[in-house]
């Protein structure tokens, strides 16, 4: 059985946004605007995906349309209701499922119609055809620690089906799965929205892998980071099912590539990736060990020093939001230049990409207290001092003053770990203080 | 702080002998007459606490052995009213600190600094107060020993539980919030399940703390009133008067038997059926078992009988729907911070004022010299205390570390540890007097074990946990790199059971600080024996009916209590959580 209702085919928008700006973040200096200017609508029958590397504030946007958060700025409507109304006809996938491990599947499919006060025989009744619509039966009675992944994600469809919301919102349902399964789950969801077949008007997911983007939705909305908000929004008109091998599909892909690195205009080149400037830029938490693997992966055959970011993000089999920290990283450190889809290494890059380990740690030295301006800082500070040391707490301090607390502690792990290998400085994390000992 | 519990619990003792297959039947059988005889003992228990005082006094404890299971019954019956009352205020109180941040701000202090408090002390004022409740009635006195109790049951339960809520996983929260359930239906669905694992393990401890003070607190006198409630405590008390050794080992084996009773069928069954809350996402890999609760899971008739009451209860007409609770609109910061800047000071305030009062009243009648003299005490059990846990320690690490390596040696010594920890020491200590009058021993040296007796099992029960999940990498790694002797000891061993040996410590000690006011002043057949230390100060002001040298030897005390975890326990904590976490 279907759970349809026949979908009314209306062309008003179903969720409104406007102009939302949202800010986390306590007291005055360390705000951190995730959001800023979105405007987004969302029309009955289509799937709209929510495209952008992590902290560009998809899932935020995605958290204050179901209700969950109020924006600080701008309004939410959901089909005509303020969106901090939780009665509306939303719900939500989880990534990481947000299964009750004490209630049975169909106890956890129960659970929205429990809250609505569904009278428990209609209750049974909803849930069963939902998780039979699902491809769960026969699993009623299990716990979510007896199921694999996907089919604990499938209880998680089943639990937002069951409410028969309007709108269903996704955030990144799959990526917590393996890619055999994940793909499955992708088209069993297809179908049966393909086939009408789900109570549902419109769905929208955040998901920062590209090509579930091009696979699934009819409308790409492509976020870049600080503050988040949305670069562009491509229709995809591909016939489904898409193919992930047709030409046309592959075109797409590459131009979001293109896109999601694109830098804006304005920004100068050199500093361009991270937010913030001088000792204030907020620094991905790279290992040496990524950023040395992919210094030599560049500059062997067949790239021989260039290479399109696309190809290389599947022949290292990273994710988009995988790939390009790591690339920016290097661009920082003048060991790489992004162009476009293109990656190059610099001659300080090829250089690294065949010395040997002192002369690694040596050039990696030099660009660490060249480029990056939190590290030079502290190896000023530790050369000025008498004692050559310093507290930590000090540059975190400091740190906090343009950041949040988080990003201060991810900023300050990464500077370390890069001091550390490149024997600039020496950090003893029991007694929290930086120092020029050299242990040797 | 709530105690973590440092593993399942080991697979119980007697389960191995009852696990037999049992006839569905006979099981409903079986539980039947269980459940039948327990409401039996209830109500003659019940009916025996609303008798008047003088009854009690015209009919004086008596040592005959058939009036002894009878004396256990009410004993045990004590602690579970007790239990009852911890389980209300842990969710009331625990709530309230987690869901309001003014609240949080006085309950989670207060419950800290409370569960410091030796509670023993403070049974001279709650006789006091609850005689003078319900004069003339046995009640008065009943409501103060389960007082008593449900002090030293309630603080490590609440913050179990405030602790759990702090913790909810952030995307079920999301999960429960997004399908709108109502604040009611979060509690049972969301809030308590998830609580539960860590909330049945700190009522198992609080249970297993309480039956020392519940012997304690049956036989008390303050002043010149003399009370002995019908109990395991008052026989005791009894029997240590008359130096009798016969009925004190009578006692000693009831109380075994009494405890293994409560833990087979009542906690062990919990405890396999909590398994099922514990948040993981994988099924476990040696779940608890219960014989008890097989048994309750076979049964045929009773589920009929009481297995529809959950769905009646479903069918019930839904609560009047009440207006949706919109979440208030943020305040202005600056105005949300100037509120709690106002409720701050209030509580400020008011803590000065509780402050004023008790040196007002404390200051009546004693002078500065009195003061230093409390203190110098203080120093004195302080000592005894670090000596004990240091000694405890030298003993207990290494065989508790042998005995964890080893599984076999887990199985049958864990269970075995944890009913010591359970079993309330004070019971053996007239048996000890009884060996120091007899051999002219000195009873300032000599006295002091007992303070440990009872709690040093916390350090060996713990350890064994710590050692026996030691990874088994890091063990094979030592045994091919040849890591012998001390250096094993000192990079393998004490460093991977370092956070176990924390907790089972400052566990020993906070109870030892407690043991200190009944093991520094015993009787023993007319004999008095005392060991000069806060422990007996506070003893005999009690006994005196001394009130303000009372409140002025438990200010001391906990102010010893509140330094030791502060200076020691704490950054021993710290020190575990950040440098020697295995994972």
Known sequence: MTLTETPTRDDVNLVEVRKVRHVYGKGAGANLVVLDQVDLSLKSNEIVGLLGRSGSGKSTLLRAISGLIRPTEGTVMVRDAPGDDTAHGVAMVFQSFALFPWLTVLQNVELGLEAQGVAADERRKRAIAAIDLIGLDGFETAYPKELSGGMRQRVGLARALVVQPAILLMDEPFSALDVLTAETLRTDLLDLWCEGRMPIRSILMVTHNIEEAVLMCDRILVFASNPGHIIAEIKVDLPQPRKRLDPAFRALVDDIYARMTARPVAQPVRDGAFPGMGIGMVLPHISTNTLAGMMESLSQPPHDGKAELPTLASELQLEADELLPIAETLQLMRFAEIEGRMIRLTTAGKRYAVAEVDARKQLFAQHLLTYVPLAAHIRRVLDDRTSHQAPARRFRDELEDFMSEDYAEKTLNAVVSWGRYAEVFAYREDVDVFSLDDPG | ?583
């Open chain 2, 1 to 583: 702080m709530a105690f973590q519990s440092p593993e399942r619990m080991s697979p119980a003792l007697l389960a191995r002998f009852a696990r037999r297959r049992l006839a569905p039947n006979r099981a409903d059988l079986m539980t039947l007459f269980l459940i039948a005889g327990l409401a039996v003992l209830i109500a003659h228990g019940a009916q025996q606490m609303g008798r008047p005082l003088s009854q009690l006094s015209a009919a004086p404890i008596s040592l005959d052995i058939a009036r002894l299971p009878g004396y256990a019954v009410l004993t045990t019956l004590r602690m579970f009213v007790a239990l009852a009352f911890s389980l209300l205020f842990t969710f009331v109180v625990a709530t309230l600190a987690a869901k309001s941040r003014k609240a949080e701000l006085v309950i989670i202090p207060a419950l800290d600094i409370l569960q410091s408090v030796p509670v023993l002390g403070f049974l001279t004022f709650t006789v006091t107060f609850f005689m003078g409740l319900v004069p003339g009635q046995e009640l008065g006195v009943e409501a103060a020993a389960i007082f008593a109790i449900f002090t030293a049951q309630a603080w490590n339960m609440a913050f179990s539980f405030y602790q759990s809520l702090k913790t909810l996983p952030g995307d079920l929260d999301e999960a429960a919030r997004q399908f709108g359930l109502s604040p009611w239906k979060r509690f049972w669905r969301l809030e308590l399940p998830f609580a539960t694992p860590a909330l049945v393990w700190n009522t198992m401890m609080s249970m297993s703390g309480s039956w020392f003070f519940v012997v304690a607190s049956e036989a008390i006198t303050v002043g010149k009133t003399t009370v002995a409630l019908p109990g395991i405590g008052s026989w005791l008390a009894a029997a240590t008067d008359r130096g009798d050794t016969r009925a004190v080992v009578w006692a000693v084996a009831t109380m075994a038997v009494v405890i293994i009773l409560y833990d087979q069928l009542l906690f062990r069954p919990i405890v396999t059926w909590a398994d099922k809350f514990r948040f993981e996402q994988t099924a476990s890999q040696d779940p608890p078992t219960s014989w008890f609760y097989d048994l309750l899971m076979r049964m045929r008739l009773l589920p009929r009988l009481f297995g529809s009451v959950p769905r009646t209860l479903d069918q019930l007409p839904p609560l009047p729907k009440l207006p949706r609770i919109r979440p208030p609109k943020p305040l202005n910061p600056l105005l949300a911070q100037a509120l709690d800047w106002l409720w701050l000071a209030a509580v400020i305030l008011g803590a000065i004022g509780g402050a004023w009062l008790v040196v007002r009243y404390v200051g009546e009648t004693l002078r500065w010299p009195d003061v230093m003299r409390a203190f110098g005490y203080g120093v004195l059990t302080l000592i005894r205390v670090l000596v004990l846990i240091a000694i405890a320690s030298v003993i207990w690490v290494p065989i508790g570390v042998w005995i964890g390596l080893r599984p076999v040696w887990t199985e049958r010594v864990q269970p075995v540890a944890q009913f010591l920890a359970a079993f309330p020491a004070n019971v053996l200590f007239p048996i000890a007097v009884g060996a120091i009058v007899a051999l002219r021993l000195s009873p300032d040296i000599w006295l002091s074990p007992l303070m440990i007796l009872g709690t040093q099992w916390y350090i060996l029960f713990n350890v064994i946990a710590g050692a026996s999940v030691l990874p088994t990498d890091l063990k094979e790694a030592a045994s091919i790199f040849h890591v012998r002797r001390w250096q094993w000891w000192r990079d393998v061993a004490l460093p991977g059971i370092f956070p176990y040996y924390v907790t089972g410590a400052l566990t020993a000690s906070g109870g030892s600080w407690n043991a200190s006011i009944v093991a520094e002043v015993v009787n023993w057949n007319h004999t008095k024996v005392e060991a000069a230390g806060l422990g007996s100060y506070i003893a005999d002001a009690t006994s005196n009916g001394d009130y303000p040298r009372v409140a002025l030897g438990i200010a001391v005390m906990s102010f010893f209590i509140i330094l030791i975890n502060r200076s020691l326990w704490r950054p021993l904590y710290g020190f575990a959580a950040r440098r020697l976490r295995l994972d």
